[in-house]
């Protein structure tokens, strides 16, 4: 759910918080490392 690697779906997911280093956020640390 959280690693379709889209752009703006990281942005939006960013925008929401979920990328602000949450313990199981090891999809979401990816993805937030895709956005740099």
Same mark, same amino acid.
């Given at each position: 759910?959280? !690693? !379709?690697?889209?752009?703006?779906? @990281? @942005?939006? +997911? @960013?925008? +929401? !918080?979920? /990328? /602000?280093?949450?313990?199981?956020?090891?999809?979401? /640390?990816? /993805?937030?490392?895709?956005? @740099?």
């Amino acid at each position: 759910m959280y !690693g !379709g690697g889209s752009a703006a779906a @990281n @942005n939006l +997911m @960013n925008m +929401m !918080g979920f /990328t /602000t280093g949450k313990p199981k956020g090891r999809v979401l /640390t990816k /993805t937030s490392d895709d956005i @740099n």
